[in-house]
Every structure is written in C-alpha cells, then in structure tokens.
C-alpha cells in the first residue's frame, strides 16, 4: 500500500484517499463566450503525462481536504503533495522514471 | 486437504458495549468562530491537526483545517439547548453547526492489545510515538468510517455511524479473539 502525505494530517495510508484528476485547471469566467471547441478543451483534454503529474487528490477519509500532489504516473511515486493554495513546487521530468526511495 | 476453518461464533469474546448517548456537534467555522463557540463549549480547540482537547465530559477533537467535532460523553441538558446556547455565543459569525448526536454511536477500546485489536481494522501506525495520546482522526476500520481517539496510553475512543456499529463492533469482537 501507498503512503501518501497529506498536507494537513501527514503520512497516510492510500486507502484514505481518493483521486481528483488532474490539477491547475481553471474554469474560464464566461463559458458562454467560448467556442465549442474552447469548452471541449476545458471539459475533455488532459495532459496524459508520462513522468511527473500535477493531479488533485483528496484525502476523503481523513480530513475531508482537496490538495495536489506531484506523482511519477511510470512508478506511482508521490514526489510532493501542497495544499491549494500553494504554488506548484518546480521540480525537473527526470529523463528516466526514478524509482521509489 | 486444509482443516476447515472453525465456525465464526466459536469462543468470540462479546461485542464492545455502546458506550451511553452522547451530545455531538460538527462545527466548521474559521478562529473567529472557535473562540466564540469556546465560551459557550467551555473546551479550547487545538489549532495543530488531529489533536482533541478534554474538559470533564466535553471534548473537541480536530476533523479537518476548519472542521471539529464536539463531544459531551455526559451531557446534562437536550442537545438542542447546547445547540441554542452555541448558536447565541456565535451569532454574526459566518458558520455551520450540525447536531449528529444520533448519527454516530462508539465504544471504548482499552487494555494492552488496544492499538492491535484497532489495527485489525485500521492501517494506521498506533505506536505510542506516531499517534500520542490526545490524537484524534477520521480514519477507517475495514470498510467502515471512524473517529479514533486516543485517550490514554493503552484507550481509544472510537465514533462510528450508527448503521456500521454492528459491523464495526463484531469486527473488533473477531480481531480481539485473535490477539
Ligand atoms: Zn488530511
């Protein structure tokens, strides 16, 4: 099982956790003025990152709390998890998937 | 060929017993709202996560980053006066108050083999050292919600939804005649 850091509580087991998809996607202001094509892209498209992945994670048995979480989508390793309102943490796609410590 | 397995009841130690109605709250509001609600509670809140704070038979315990659940194991008054009495102290305060006294029911889980009777259920490291005495968390016990707390070294207060306490309690029932 996955240990996974929330930012509030800490170490948690995965099971305490849900997934949110990915994360940093604003809804537009005025969705009416967007074209069919603008709102499919804000609906539908998604990066499918290989390597690391910006994603939202909720910790939905625990304290209830969205936040986000930067994980290698090849290793399943959780590389940083912030609260929503912190700035995504800079760190380089490794040219090779890096294993889990 | 494998011996089969004995029966499920055989030798099962007796469910953990209900512990006796309780008035319950689930509070979300930011420090402004806590400070307010304190006055009427008579409890502090901890402002550290996953930590509960204890005065006589009422109690706070830290849900999330604005949500706290309100216990009093020995209430003397219907929960709807406390309710009223909450809702004076924190008028004008953008809130909400929920009175889930009847959603949950618990039991206390004590003795030595408390933490490895939990964690029949429960994945989380109950070592003294991880989770202290004072600590509190939503969490689960196979598949069902819980509150634990731990209120000394070798106790632990467990809130679970009323429809899961069977399952919960036979749950802990079958682990402890294992431990
Ligand atoms: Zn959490």
Redesign the pocket.
């Known amino acids: 099982m996955l240990i996974i850091v929330?930012p509030?509580?800490g170490k948690?087991p995965e099971i305490e956790f849900t997934y949110g998809g990915q994360a940093h996607i604003t809804r537009p202001e005025r969705p009416s003025e967007l074209d069919d094509q603008a709102w499919a892209e804000f609906l539908y498209m998604r990066s499918n990152t290989k390597g690391i992945h910006a994603e939202r994670w909720r910790?939905a048995r625990?304290?209830g709390?969205f936040f986000n979480a930067l994980r290698d989508t090849t290793t399943d390793h959780f590389v940083a998890t912030y609260r929503i309102d912190e700035p995504q943490p800079q760190i380089e796609q490794p040219a090779e998937p890096v294993p889990p410590p | 060929m494998p011996e089969q397995a004995a029966p499920l009841d055989d030798a099962a130690p007796p469910w953990p017993p209900l512990l006796a109605p309780a008035t319950r709250f689930i509070l979300h509001g930011n420090a402004a709202v806590r400070a307010a609600a304190t006055a009427a509670w008579g409890v502090p809140f901890a402002e550290e996560a996953c930590r509960a704070r204890l005065l006589g038979s009422r109690a706070t315990l830290w849900m999330g980053p604005d949500e706290y659940l309100l216990l009093d194991r020995a209430p003397a008054e219907a929960a709807g006066d406390t309710a009223s009495g909450l809702e004076r102290a924190m008028a004008g305060l953008d809130h909400a108050l929920v009175d889930v006294s009847h959603r949950q029911v618990a039991v206390e889980i004590n003795g030595a083999h408390a933490g490895h009777i939990l964690n029949g259920g429960c994945p989380l490291d109950l070592d003294l050292k991880e989770f202290p005495v004072g600590m509190c968390t939503r969490t689960l016990f196979a598949k069902a919600d819980i509150v634990l707390w731990r209120t000394a070294a070798d106790a632990f207060h467990v809130e679970m939804w009323r429809s899961f306490g069977d399952y919960v309690r036979a749950l802990l029932a079958e682990v402890a005649r294992d431990c």
Request: proline content about 0%.
């Open positions: 929330c509030f509580c948690r910790h625990g304290c709390r």
